[in-house]
């Protein structure tokens, strides 16, 4: 049996060609007044080279109006004795809270007291540095949480309820105090030291320092 070639395809063989050629000649128009081509592949190279310039626009933007900022460094470490600190650029170095912005460099190259850490304290600190007291007119740093010394002022940084403290260690005795400075104990080097530094005076009959 003898095929024949379906009139169809002819048909559009035929017409695609003649399209083709026509969208040559359309598509070339503006290329021919400028650059005399009369191909198509001539104007989509044309074309693939306006989209490399235009890439090329972006990158000389990027480059001189500066690279986009980086993804934020995460600086959370755990300095000595296990208090909230700020790691150095060197990844190594712990700077505790309470040294960040403190207006001396411990870190290598300074980041500890860059300005845009340090020029609106406490907006521009990490929340992790940062504690908030019961009175929101205050702050401190987070490493000064329950250290045993009244830094908020109305020691809510050292009340279990509120600043989560567990409870005196070793080197402290529980008791409430006499003085401003300590709020829930007292440390043990003030027991039988002849002055009163609990309420109850167990610190001159009771603890043992
Ligand atoms: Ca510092
Ligand atoms: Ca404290
Ligand atoms: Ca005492």
């Known amino acids: 049996m003898n095929k024949t ?21 359309d598509c070339c128009q503006p290329c021919c007044a400028c650059m005399g081509c009369t191909r198509r592949w001539v104007c989509v190279s044309a074309a693939a080279l306006l989209v490399l310039a235009a890439i090329a626009a972006v990158v ?12 934020p460094v995460n600086r959370f470490c755990a300095a000595s004795n296990n208090r909230t600190g700020f ?8 700077v505790p809270a ?10 290598r190259n300074g980041e500890d007291e860059q300005e ?22 205050y702050w401190i740093y987070a490493d000064q949480r329950c250290n045993g010394m009244n830094d908020c002022g109305d020691c809510s940084d050292e009340m279990e309820s509120l600043a989560a403290c567990p ?22 080097r003030l027991c039988r030291d002849s ?12 603890c043992k320092p």
């Open 5 to 25: 070639h379906p009139q169809r395809s002819v048909h559009v063989a035929t017409f695609d060609s003649t399209k083709s050629f026509s969208e040559e000649r």
């Open 60 to 71: 000389a933007l990027v480059v001189v109006l500066g690279l986009p900022p980086r993804t």
């Open 87 to 94: 790691l150095c650029d060197d990844r190594v170095t712990c």
């Open 98 to 107: 309470s040294q960040v912005c403190n207006r001396i460099r411990n870190c």
């Open 116 to 137: 845009k850490l340090c020029d609106d304290l406490p907006s521009n600190l990490p929340g992790y540095l940062v504690f908030r007291c019961s009175n929101p007119m």
């Open 167 to 188: 409870p005196c260690g070793s080197e402290w005795w529980r008791c409430t105090p006499v003085l401003y400075e300590y709020c829930t104990c007292i440390p043990k």
């Open 195 to 206: 002055i009163q530094d609990c309420a109850s005076w167990s610190d001159e009959y009771i």
